[in-house]
């Protein structure tokens, strides 16, 4: 498996690069807004969240514990560029795989797509799990448009009985 975006378990510092595991910020950032921590918000099939307005001025991002600096998920944002060694290890996953399984992506940006692209010139069937159409919709083999944790839990389950 390779998470080519990344994924929010993770934490990592902008200015000194450290990693940090996204459970052990979360205390600081309750801690810190304290006005958010009863707030429910509605997942969305991207990922985000939606969030009734509130007050987020007053939005505290906890500080790098190593350096004290600017904060951010361990996931590349719309306008970033993906690792070159993360595509380099999904290129090299790829031509060892039977099929290609999507968990969770529209597929809208290329970073993710040409992955499919390239299975299908290989004759390799694409598998997607997501809520929502996707880009490579018309030469998937098959689509699970459920929700991923749910799918990939009651798959979990299955393959542990067989």
Known sequence: MVELHGGIGGVTCLDCGMHHSR???QQTL?????????VTA????????HLERHDLDSFCIPACPNCGGLL?????????????????AASHALDAADAVLVVGSSLMVYSGYRFCVWAQKQGKPVVV?????TRADPMLALKIATPCAETLTALAGRMALD
């Open 42 to 49: 509605e997942t969305g099939a991207d990922g985000d969240a």
């Open 23 to 25: 459970a052990s910020i």
């Open 129 to 133: 799990i997501n809520l929502g159409r």
């Open 72 to 88: 951010k998920p361990a996931v590349v944002f719309f306008g970033e560029s993906v690792p070159r060694e993360r595509v380099e």
């Open 30 to 38: 309750e801690a810190e807004n304290p006005a958010l921590f009863s």
